[in-house]
């Protein structure tokens, strides 16, 4: 249904309607008195023409106006006077037959018509309908891009934060990481020393040589793991999920702190749950908060009397998920303010920039798992962090 079509053209106005209607009943009666049309029901056949043209272009009005006029010239012109001695019985019923077909087919066409334009009507909104969900649909596409991109900005701030969080913690744990990285040097030295005493005596005692020279081996890897160890918390770079065993993390992470816990005479006592699942996770990240957390219970027991013990426990719970508990026996939580301690720029510390437990409870969600603290009992206290298991991970 071509919008060009002239069958499918709007309908004009209600004078012209009528004079269609007047015409084209009028052009019928001219045709079909001409000489050359000879047959019967030519009439018939043009004046339900006229009537269903008019009705075509002008609707019920016109098509009844079409019908009287078709009707009137049809019995005045084409059929015998009823009181004439021509006229026949059959003829009445003849008319009949003739204005009724002219209604139906007269009705009939502006139906046609009516319904013709209603689904020209209902075409033309559904294109504007599918215009506009192009429009709205590409609309939608460049703000999901747009979104993407401020996800991808506010995920690279977000990387760039911890990552400067890291480097700031580091820079003050100098002293600390340095004595941990001497000591195994130191050590790796005096079995050097060792080995080459053994070797110089009179006569060399080889195995006890071979026996310090293994040691000063084990010393220098240990120094150069955790030299690693620190070279990656300083990596800059995408955060890489894959499989990790979250008690090794606790482990990593307490042979980097072990220099400051006894700088300040702090115990270290961990309860790892064996074989547990592993998370699927960024190690740098989850290393970042056990540093977080562990150097808060450090500083929260560095001025306290009494016992201070840090203690690192982990646990497998419900819904195939890893806890993760880190408790002190230090000054407690701020009074009135648990609930500000994981909010950005929140501090109770002099030198603290109030962003390690905001990054730390940020690392833990966009893991799939929650960080939350309490107060322990007597004093102290504990912070708790959930992680998926690869399983629901992947899920």
Request: net charge positive; proline share 5%.
């Amino acid at each position: 249904m071509s919008s060009s079509n002239p069958l499918l053209r709007p309908r004009p106005p209600v004078i012209w309607s009528y004079g269609i209607a007047v015409l084209s009943v009028a052009a019928a009666l001219i045709i079909s008195r001409l000489p050359a049309v000879h047959l019967q029901d030519a009439p018939v056949s043009l004046f339900l023409c006229a009537v269903i043209l008019s009705a075509w272009f002008g609707g019920v009005g016109p098509g009844l106006l079409a019908t009287s006029l078709s009707t009137l010239a049809f019995n005045y012109y084409f059929l015998p006077p009823i009181y004439s001695l021509d006229a026949k019985p059959e003829e009445i019923p003849r008319l009949v037959i003739f204005m009724v077909s002219a209604l139906f087919v007269g009705s009939l066409s502006a139906a046609q018509r009516s319904a013709t334009e209603s689904l020209r009507r209902a075409r033309d909104d559904l294109r504007k309908t599918v215009q506009e969900l192009q429009r709205s649909n590409e609309a939608l596409q460049a703000e999901s891009r747009e979104r993407k991109r401020a996800e991808e900005a506010s995920r690279q701030a977000q990387a760039d934060l911890a990552r400067v969080s890291r480097v700031t913690t580091m820079g003050e744990l100098t002293a600390s990481l340095a004595h941990e990285v001497n000591q195994p040097i130191a050590a790796a030295v005096t079995n050097a020393n060792t080995c080459i005493r053994w070797l110089a005596r009179d006569t060399p005692d080889v195995e006890e040589a071979r026996a310090a020279a293994v040691r000063s081996a084990k010393d220098g890897m240990r120094a150069a793991e955790i030299v690693s160890r620190i070279r990656l918390l300083f990596k800059k770079g995408s955060p890489q999920r894959e499989l990790v065993d979250i008690n090794e993390v606790v482990r990593e992470m307490i042979v980097l702190l072990r220099g400051e816990a006894t700088r300040y005479n702090i115990s270290v006592r961990t309860e790892l749950a064996p074989e547990l699942s592993p998370v699927l996770g960024d190690r740098v990240q989850l290393q970042q908060v056990l540093m977080n957390l562990m150097l808060n219970g450090i500083d929260a027991m560095k001025d306290v009397d009494g016992t201070r013990e840090l203690a690192i426990k982990s646990q497998r719970v419900e819904n195939e998920q890893v806890l993760v508990t880190v408790s002190d026996t230090g000054v407690g939580l701020p009074a009135q303010q648990a609930d500000q301690i994981f909010k950005a720029f929140f501090t109770t510390k002099s030198h603290g920039t109030g962003m390690g437990l905001s990054i730390s409870r940020s690392i833990i969600e966009s893991h799939g798992g929650r960080l939350w603290a309490a107060d322990n009992s007597p004093r102290g206290a504990s912070f708790y962090f959930t992680l998926p298991t690869k399983v629901e991970a992947k899920e």
